[in-house]
């Protein structure tokens, strides 16, 4: 059973799955942007297509975006913790 949300079979290609792809290729910020466009994408269908799939896949690129920026959030206290990096 393919989990539309989390995991989409038709976004898999062997062991690669787009979302991945799509990191390396744009870097942070620009998967950041990219991230940040498909909440808006959900949100603004929600009522005309899909509905509670479409908010849960807003919910799924927001936690992917938040996990995103606390993972940079906490490489760069911890350089800065360690005199690495100045503000």
Known sequence: MSDAVNHPSHYTQGDI???DAL???LG???FKQYCRGAC??????TEHKNG???LQKCAWYLD???????????????????GILSR
């Open 17 to 19: 799955e787009c979302i």
């Open 23 to 25: 990191k390396a290729a």
């Open 28 to 30: 942070s910020e620009g």
């Open 40 to 45: 808006l994408k959900y949100l603004w269908r």
């Open 52 to 54: 509670l799939e479409d």
């Open 64 to 82: 992917r975006l938040i996990a995103e920026n606390k993972a940079e959030n906490s490489v760069e206290y911890t350089q800065l913790d360690l």
